[in-house]
């Protein structure tokens, strides 16, 4: 049976336009993927406009904030871009902590190498490919929110979810990720773009993100 999870995106940007903004807002997805501090530290007054009150679910002073993982094990003290922007998600009263629940056990070909869908991996091999290791506290998280930087279709997304309620079945799990591609725009408008939507999980392997 298909499953749901609940994402939420504080921004957009466009893989191929060629306007002014879409080409800014890739310079931007660089810049998160690349865990700039300064960048994404900038996302934080601007949760507080009214138009990114939609992202309230995802993120707030209750939530734990779980890192999504890279798409190789992560080697000591490389750059690990979603445990990034949860620290300054959780420091700027976004996130009760931050739980780096997940861990990659062995890799999985990157997202953004394959311009088809076809080539990415699907949700059962980012599962297989992923293991839990839950919290030692004495209370087990009632809301999680698991962070990335970029959402594409949403499969590593659902694989982080499958895994959690594995080990949080009473929990309530989003999704939560910095920009999300606009694959089927030319050209975008603004980079600065808050929205939320449903990523839906197949038994296939694949995944539907809407909008």
């Not at 995106?9 to 931007?28: C, D, Q």
């Not at 990114?52 to 690990?80: H, M």
């Not at 620290?87 to 780096?100: E, F, K, N, R, T």
């Not at 599962?127 to 698991?146: C, D, H, K, W, Y």
Request: charged share 20%; hydrophobic share 40%; net charge positive.
């Amino acid at each position: 049976m298909p499953s749901e999870i609940p994402y939420g995106t504080f921004a957009n940007y466009s893989p191929r336009g060629n306007s002014e903004v879409s080409i800014k807002s890739r310079r931007t997805c660089g810049g998160i993927k690349r865990g700039n501090t300064t960048l994404i530290s900038q996302a934080l007054p601007m949760l507080a406009k009214p138009e990114a009150q939609v992202l309230q679910p995802f993120l707030n002073p209750k939530v734990t904030l779980v890192p999504a993982p890279r798409s190789a094990p992560l080697a000591q003290g490389a750059l690990w871009p979603a445990k990034v922007i949860a620290d300054i998600l959780a420091g700027g009263g976004y996130g009760s902590s931050v739980l780096p629940a997940i861990d990659r056990v062995t890799a999985v070909k990157k997202s953004s190498s394959s311009s088809k869908a076809a080539g990415r991996p699907l949700i059962h091999e980012h599962v297989a490919s992923m293991r839990v290791n839950p919290g030692g506290g004495l209370f087990p998280p009632e809301q999680i929110t698991i962070v990335d930087d970029v959402l594409t279709m949403g499969r590593m997304s659902a694989a982080c979810a499958e895994l959690l309620r594995c080990a949080y079945p009473e929990a309530e799990i989003r999704m939560f990720a910095m920009i999300r591609t606009q694959g089927m725009v030319e050209n975008i408008d603004k980079i600065f773009d808050p929205s939320v939507g449903v990523i839906t999980a197949y038994d296939s392997g694949k995944s539907h993100r809407e909008p």
